[in-house]
């Protein structure tokens, strides 16, 4: 069967009768099937995904059916689907059925998405290389020795080894962006507030935000389009309305752009990866468009004070797993208070309790103001400065990654070294604004590469536009 | 500044965590090593800036406050590790001796 990559062509070939869904849900299932050792999937809903293409499927011939209808999608396994197993890739929520659906969830199934499966992750979203998940890592379909990136890990894979045709995942310093980089697909954060996260696991609050991997930016467009919009349940979700992403993806004109030359001096960027930023600049200017060098002093400090910040949130949010009330309780415990404490030292890996010991640390008397006080200064001087940027300009133009996959094993030795990788992505987590990855070329050994867009506070129409634009642009190469 | 081992007892303590004697040497160097990186912002004067609280402009969000059973006491308890069909079971809290 094609390889479909936008999910108009389905319905098209559904409508036309060349296609029924339950053959392409098949087909995926097939796929998933014969690339389990990518470990993408934690669980697929096969039954499910069947029963409800057929239905699906009557719908979209008879004219009822919903705005994805055609569409098959996994979510990471951090999204609350009710009746179904949600475990955040850790022990402690291993057997944890949820007894709700997100809010995202509802929005996809109420546009007749078929949703099938759950999809690999790092544990609480804490990693960039998938590599701290309960059920194992999982493995990049370019290259088997290397990682998909973090922490939706799975949810790219799935996108780029044609598992599923999008997958949602969620971002919280660059979690869909720099997998989607390093898998070859497009990754998209929305504005913080443009989606509503009730229903998804908490690991920094004043970060986290859903977003789709694809294969198009139509289908982005389209995801968030279902998915955005206010939402009773999560008060910083946004009461701006949610504007028609996909009918207003034609782009004409000339942008002006920026890009950052602190990113291009960077220590650790791969030359191939330079080279890529240099080259899409100068196509970019060669199609008249404005691109220009603007220095962002603080492109050191964005890395800790996201973890600062992430860490203090994270071991506040993480607390609720006691064994009481939910999740993994230890055998082992005696009384209360070993409940909590052998429950959640047995139930934790060891990258989730590094960060909840930190975090508790700057959190704690006597070190808040130095730590977590300050990295909240350091948060506006970020993110003004950043929106400084924005006023006299369209988009900031950022590789995604300082460069391509690495090797599982390579960094989990030094957590610092593996934190640095994700300098380019955590810029638009500071300050809350969307940023896109774009598949824009690969290494000569073939390693997919992205590059980054950042747009403008709730500006995901234009960023959307463009992006279709400069994959057109590009795609001449 | 440096951690020890005297604070990474207090810290897991208070973080309801267990660190055992074999992991506490890695795990001292690495949170050592993450917070000299932390510290970097110490370079940054921050004097006149205010803390970046609250990410989106959303002001006074409210909802009417209706009375709704959103799930029922059978489905809160589903997950339950232990529990009585009433009540989560935790073990005794007080020992009379």
Same mark, same amino acid.
């Given at each position: 069967?094609?390889? !479909?990559?936008?999910?108009?062509?389905? #319905? #098209?070939?559904?409508?036309?009768?060349?296609?029924?869904?339950?053959?392409?849900?098949? /087909?995926?299932?097939?796929?998933?099937?014969?690339?389990?050792?990518?470990?993408?999937?934690?669980?697929?809903?096969?039954?499910?995904?069947?029963?409800?293409?057929?239905?699906?499927?009557?719908?979209?011939?008879?004219?009822?059916?919903?705005?994805?209808?055609?569409?098959?999608?996994?979510?990471?396994?951090?999204?609350?689907?009710?009746?179904?197993?949600?475990?955040?890739?850790?022990?402690?929520?291993?057997?944890?059925?949820?007894?709700?659906?997100?809010?995202?969830?509802?929005?996809?199934?109420?546009?007749?998405?078929?949703?099938?499966?759950?999809?690999?992750?790092?544990?609480?979203?804490?990693?960039?290389?998938?590599?701290?998940?309960?059920?194992?890592?999982?493995?990049?379909?370019?290259?088997?020795?290397?990682?998909?990136?973090?922490?939706?890990?799975?949810? /790219?894979?799935?996108?780029?080894?044609?598992?599923?045709?999008?997958?949602?995942?969620?971002?919280?310093?660059?979690?869909?962006? #720099?997998?989607?980089?390093?898998?070859? +697909? +497009?990754?998209?954060?929305?504005?913080?507030?443009?989606?509503?996260?009730?229903?998804?696991?908490?690991?920094?609050?004043?970060?986290?935000?859903?977003?789709?991997?694809?294969?198009? &930016?139509?289908?982005?467009?389209?995801?968030?389009?279902?998915?955005?919009?206010?939402?009773?349940?999560?008060?910083?979700?946004?009461?701006?309305?949610?504007?028609?992403?996909?009918?207003?993806?034609?782009?004409?004109?000339?942008?002006?752009?920026?890009?950052?030359?602190?990113?291009?001096?960077?220590?650790?960027?791969?030359?191939?990866?330079?080279?890529?930023?240099?080259?899409?600049?100068?196509?970019?200017?060669?199609?008249?468009?404005?691109?220009?060098?603007?220095?962002?002093? !603080?492109?050191?400090? +964005?890395?800790?004070?996201?973890?600062?910040?992430?860490?203090?949130?994270?071991?506040?949010?993480?607390?609720?797993?006691?064994?009481?009330?939910?999740?993994?309780?230890?055998?082992? /415990?005696?009384?209360?208070?070993?409940?909590?404490?052998?429950?959640?030292?047995?139930?934790?890996?060891?990258? &989730?309790?590094?960060?909840?010991?930190?975090?508790?640390?700057?959190?704690?008397?006597?070190?808040?103001? $130095?730590? !977590?006080?300050? $990295?909240?200064?350091?948060?506006?001087?970020?993110?003004?400065?950043?929106?400084?940027?924005?006023?006299?300009?369209?988009?900031?133009?950022?590789?995604?990654?300082?460069?391509?996959?690495?090797?599982?094993?390579?960094?989990?030795?030094?957590?610092?070294?593996?934190?640095?990788?994700?300098?380019?992505?955590?810029?638009?987590?500071?300050?809350?604004?969307?940023?896109?990855?774009?598949?824009?070329?690969?290494?000569?050994?073939?390693?997919?590469?992205?590059?980054?867009?950042?747009?403008?506070?709730?500006?995901?129409?234009?960023?959307?536009?463009?992006?279709?634009?400069?994959?057109? &642009?590009?795609?001449?190469? | 500044?440096?951690?020890?081992?005297?604070?990474?007892?207090?810290? /897991?303590?208070?973080?309801?965590?267990? &660190?055992?004697?074999?992991?506490?040497?890695?795990?001292?160097?690495?949170?050592?090593?993450?917070?000299?990186?932390?510290?970097?912002?110490?370079?940054?004067?921050?004097?006149?800036?205010?803390?970046?609280?609250?990410?989106?402009?959303?002001?006074?969000?409210?909802?009417?406050?209706?009375?709704? #059973?959103?799930?029922?006491?059978?489905?809160?308890?589903?997950? $339950?590790?232990?529990?009585?069909?009433? !009540?989560?079971?935790?073990?005794?809290?007080?020992?009379?001796?």
């Amino acid at each position: 069967m094609e390889k !479909y990559t936008t999910l108009s062509s389905v #319905q #098209q070939d559904i409508k036309d009768s060349k296609l029924h869904l339950r053959q392409l849900v098949e /087909a995926y299932l097939q796929r998933i099937e014969e690339n389990k050792h990518l470990n993408a999937f934690v669980e697929v809903f096969a039954e499910e995904a069947r029963s409800q293409a057929e239905i699906v499927n009557s719908r979209l011939l008879d004219g009822t059916a919903g705005k994805l209808a055609g569409m098959v999608i996994g979510i990471k396994d951090l999204i609350c689907y009710q009746n179904h197993i949600v475990s955040a890739g850790s022990k402690i929520l291993d057997n944890y059925r949820s007894v709700f659906s997100s809010t995202v969830v509802e929005r996809l199934l109420a546009e007749d998405a078929v949703i099938i499966g759950r999809q690999n992750c790092d544990e609480f979203a804490m990693g960039g290389s998938n590599e701290n998940s309960f059920h194992g890592p999982v493995k990049n379909n370019a290259d088997n020795s290397r990682v998909p990136g973090g922490s939706s890990g799975g949810s /790219a894979v799935a996108v780029q080894a044609g598992l599923c045709m999008a997958s949602l995942g969620t971002d919280t310093g660059g979690s869909v962006r #720099q997998p989607a980089a390093f898998c070859g +697909v +497009v990754g998209l954060k929305p504005t913080y507030g443009r989606v509503s996260r009730h229903g998804v696991i908490a690991y920094a609050s004043s970060f986290d935000q859903v977003g789709p991997i694809t294969n198009s &930016v139509e289908d982005a467009a389209l995801l968030l389009e279902v998915i955005a919009g206010h939402d009773e349940y999560d008060s910083t979700s946004s009461t701006l309305p949610v504007p028609a992403y996909t009918q207003q993806l034609d782009f004409s004109g000339k942008k002006r752009i920026a890009y950052l030359p602190e990113t291009l001096t960077s220590e650790g960027l791969d030359p191939e990866v330079k080279a890529l930023t240099e080259k899409t600049i100068k196509e970019l200017q060669e199609a008249g468009h404005a691109v220009e060098p603007i220095s962002f002093p !603080y492109l050191d400090f +964005v890395v800790p004070t996201y973890y600062i910040l992430t860490m203090a949130e994270a071991s506040s949010n993480l607390a609720r797993y006691d064994g009481v009330h939910y999740g993994y309780r230890s055998p082992n /415990a005696t009384d209360l208070e070993s409940t909590y404490k052998k429950s959640r030292s047995e139930g934790f890996g060891a990258e &989730v309790k590094r960060r909840i010991l930190l975090g508790s640390f700057v959190l704690s008397a006597g070190h808040y103001d $130095a730590f !977590y006080g300050k $990295a909240q200064r350091v948060r506006r001087v970020i993110r003004e400065k950043t929106d400084e940027i924005l006023q006299d300009h369209d988009f900031i133009l950022l590789p995604t990654t300082p460069g391509p996959a690495f090797g599982i094993g390579e960094k989990t030795d030094d957590p610092v070294t593996m934190y640095l990788a994700d300098i380019f992505t955590v810029q638009a987590s500071l300050a809350g604004i969307p940023a896109i990855s774009l598949p824009l070329g690969e290494t000569k050994t073939n390693l997919p590469l992205g590059i980054q867009l950042i747009g403008k506070r709730f500006g995901e129409s234009e960023l959307l536009a463009f992006s279709k634009y400069i994959l057109n &642009v590009t795609k001449s190469r | 500044m440096n951690l020890d081992n005297e604070t990474i007892v207090r810290i /897991a303590h208070l973080a309801r965590l267990e &660190v055992n004697e074999s992991e506490k040497e890695s795990l001292l160097k690495d949170m050592n090593n993450i917070l000299h990186f932390m510290e970097k912002l110490n370079e940054l004067d921050t004097t006149d800036v205010e803390p970046l609280i609250y990410l989106t402009d959303e002001i006074n969000v409210l909802r009417e406050d209706v009375v709704k #059973q959103e799930i029922t006491a059978e489905a809160a308890l589903l997950n $339950a590790p232990l529990h009585d069909g009433t !009540y989560f079971k935790v073990s005794k809290v007080i020992d009379k001796g």
